[in-house]
């Protein structure tokens, strides 16, 4: 008998470690474990979507013939962690065999690999690139940008592809793309799925196994089976696909989705395959419900930057989640706990976070992380709270945005420059500064919008490292024809910014 594990985060019944068991005298082993519930304080919904998809699969291999020794969170047996039930298991039965599909965090390779026990690790194969064939494309290269390696990503899948051109004449239709959105009462929104009776019993669980972890468990209506999660599919191609393109980087107060697809935990998961998914976007826009634009802006999501991130994260190794090139130490504000903010922008987006687990790219890249990165808050601190609060965090693909595209802690591994703007992108891409205590247009004095003043500071602070980057000389040349004083107030007023910051006011 062999011990054939299934995380969490692996519920595809094609898995490399299903596929090389034998159902006749292998052991499928799952478990529930406090430790991957709290080593960052995870969202109350993500543990919950976890642990009831969890269930849903273990009751559909059992269903398929399989043997399967499930551990819940409650059962008294319980050791708490994944090399723990491992170790119970093997005892129970008499084997020293276990096969597992590779982990998508270094931890927990880490912890099977230190097991005292026959271990063969397979390959995740459930990605399209290889941590072998992403390595052999980045070698030798001095920079690695997701662009040409989604060019390769294309010829490989065939995707989008005319014989070896890309459709359309050209890989990448951004210009198309990003426009700001209105609001519309009539916007479909993405389905919600009412909890059945197993996942209304893990919902009970974890209100009582997590009460003080930050976020809202309660309305829950994520997807947990494959079913379900093929139904959100089906809503997207339908509903949201066609406008994705025009809406991707907009952000309303009143409108948390736009026409995002949410279903990156479910793809994270295992529920649905990033080939599948892409095929069907690739039908619709074949078909002629959706725009070129829209349809390779969401492919080059999943089979560019999704499988880049995490070919990035893999070959930078296990001490990527500490790099901190830039020296930021300010520890992270509270509002990103829900502490009060005057700040709209930032206070709506953590509402949403708390609320739903979710909060779309831009929201986390140019709203959070451009004010971490602008204020200098410890890169790290930055990387366990993405971790901790979205629904579809894991560490593979969370590390790489965060680290590289958000906080350029990696130096720039992932990105050529900074993702850092002045309040003016916010403005232009949102409704939020309508309604805010600070002016966006002010660049100085009381009312002064943050991000105006943070900006200066961050580029004056960093000049020796980005004055020559292509990127950004014009910004500073911006800068040195502003008149000396104005310079100093700025300058002036970032820094009792974030004085206040550090003394815990309600900035």
């Excluded at 001095?142 to 070896?164: H, I, P, S």
């Excluded at 009462?185 to 196994?209: M, S």
């Excluded at 990527?320 to 300010?330: A, E, F, I, M």
């Excluded at 002045?422 to 232009?428: H, K």
Aim: net charge negative.
């Amino acid at each position: 008998m062999r011990l054939i594990l299934v995380l969490g985060d692996q519920l595809s019944e094609n898995l490399s470690a299903l596929r090389e068991a034998d159902k006749a005298t292998d052991l499928v082993v799952m478990a529930e474990v406090r430790a991957e519930g709290s080593y960052v304080p995870h969202h109350p919904q993500k543990i919950a979507l976890v642990l009831s998809a969890m269930r849903h699969f273990a009751e559909s291999l059992r269903e398929s013939g399989w043997t399967v020794a499930y551990t819940r969170l409650d059962d008294p047996e319980n050791s708490q962690s994944i090399a723990g039930e491992l170790l119970r298991r093997a005892s129970e039965h008499g084997t020293a065999k276990v096969v597992a599909t590779t982990p998508g965090e270094w931890r927990l390779i880490h912890a099977l690999r230190d097991l005292p026990l026959e271990l063969t690790l397979l390959p995740d194969d459930r990605f399209l690139c290889s941590q072998t064939e992403f390595a052999a494309w980045a070698e030798g290269r001095k920079q690695l940008r997701m662009e040409f390696f989604y060019r390769e990503m294309r010829r490989k899948t065939g995707l989008m592809m005319e014989g070896d051109q890309p459709a359309g004449g050209q890989w990448n239709f951004d210009h198309d793309n990003r426009k700001p959105a209105k609001p519309d009462l009539f916007r479909p929104r993405p389905p919600r799925f009412a909890p059945d009776a197993v996942t209304e019993e893990v919902l009970t669980l974890v209100q009582r196994e997590y009460p003080a972890h930050f976020g809202n468990l309660h309305p829950f209506g994520w997807a947990v089976t494959r079913a379900d999660a093929l139904a959100a599919l089906d809503h997207f191609i339908r509903h949201a696909l066609p406008t994705f393109g025009d809406e991707q980087d907009a952000m309303l107060r009143d409108d948390p989705t736009l026409s995002h697809a949410l279903l990156s935990p479910y793809l994270n998961l295992g529920l649905l395959s990033p080939l599948e998914i892409c095929q069907r976007v690739e039908e619709a826009w074949k078909a002629g419900h959706a725009p070129i634009n829209a349809a390779e802006g969401f492919i080059r999501q999943i089979i560019g930057w999704r499988e880049f991130v995490r070919g990035i994260y893999f070959l930078q190794g296990p001490d990527y989640t500490g790099r901190n090139v830039l020296g930021h130490h300010r520890a992270l504000p509270p509002l990103y706990w829900g502490a009060k903010t005057r700040m709209t922008c930032l206070s709506h987006a953590v509402a949403q976070t708390r609320d739903m687990a979710y909060a779309h790219h831009i929201q986390r890249l140019m709203v959070t992380g451009n004010f971490a990165l602008l204020a200098g808050v410890d890169p790290a601190q930055v990387h366990e709270w993405y971790l901790a609060v979205y629904v579809d965090a894991f560490e593979w693909v969370e590390a790489p945005n965060t680290i590289g595209m958000s906080q350029w802690a990696d130096g720039g591994v992932v990105g050529s420059k900074p993702y850092v703007s002045s309040g003016a992108y916010i403005d232009r891409m949102s409704d939020y500064c309508g309604s805010c205590a600070y002016r966006v247009k002010d660049r100085t004095g009381p009312k002064a919008c943050p991000f105006n003043l943070l900006y200066w500071h961050f580029l004056t602070r960093h000049r020796d490292r980005f004055a020559a980057n292509p990127r950004m000389a014009q910004m500073y040349r911006t800068w040195d024809k502003m008149d000396d004083a104005h310079r100093r107030t700025v300058l002036a007023e970032a820094e009792e910014f974030l004085a206040r910051l550090d003394a815990g006011e309600a900035v």
